[in-house]
């Protein structure tokens, strides 16, 4: 199977979104949650139009189909919910957070979501401005916590919080190098192969 990762057109929200709602409902077994999900709801706002963000497709290349999302946005974590100073050490502004990498269950174990962080880490550090890469993960979800220990560092597991906080786990990247990034990010596009 081979699939092409490209930046998200508007043409490509209504399926992108069908991607989210459907791991939303399937894996994370939350529902829609508007506190949590309005981005899902105005992808165009929040991932198309700001210049430091962006949203990514993975395209199966044999169906033209769209199975996954992957974004980007200039907005760290906020307390509440997350613990003070996991807040105060990813702020809004100089953090890029990772959100919304989601692959549909029948593309998974493929390297898509791997492929995604890598392209989506090039477009932090084309971006500029960013001195962290944050994320989170609900580690219920089959193979997501493992994917990112893999990945990326551990800043904080809430599980061993007293009470237990909200339950997830939250991550750290490094910003790469400029020189490290992949030269065809550039003017807020991007194509890659993932075969």
């Not at 953090?95 to 932090?124: D, K, N, P, W």
């Not at 990326?152 to 990247?173: K, M, N, W, Y």
Request: hydrophobic share 40%; with cysteine; proline share 8%.
């Amino acid at each position: 199977m081979s699939y092409l990762l490209r930046t998200a057109a508007p043409a490509d929200v209504e399926v992108a979104r069908s991607v989210m709602l459907d791991t939303v409902y399937g894996d994370l077994r939350s529902g829609y949650v508007p506190r949590w999900h309005r981005d899902i709801i105005d992808i165009e706002g929040t991932y198309l139009r700001p210049p430091r963000r962006t949203l990514l497709v993975a395209v199966d290349e044999a169906s033209g189909e769209v199975v996954a999302t992957g974004a980007v946005r200039d907005q760290g974590p906020q307390a509440p919910p997350n613990p003070p100073w996991v807040a105060e050490r990813f702020p809004s502004g100089s953090t890029a957070q990772l959100c919304r990498i989601y692959v549909r269950s029948t593309h998974r174990r493929l390297g898509i979501a791997r492929a995604m962080v890598r392209e989506l880490s090039a477009f932090v550090a084309e971006a500029g401005g960013y001195e962290a890469i944050y994320l989170h993960t609900d580690p219920t979800v089959p193979g997501a916590e493992p994917f990112w220990r893999a990945m990326a560092t551990v800043v904080c597991d809430e599980r061993e919080l007293p009470g237990g906080g909200q339950g997830i786990v939250h991550f750290s990247l490094p910003v790469p190098a400029l020189s490290a990034a992949r030269s065809a990010v550039s003017a807020g596009s991007l194509t890659a192969t993932v075969c």
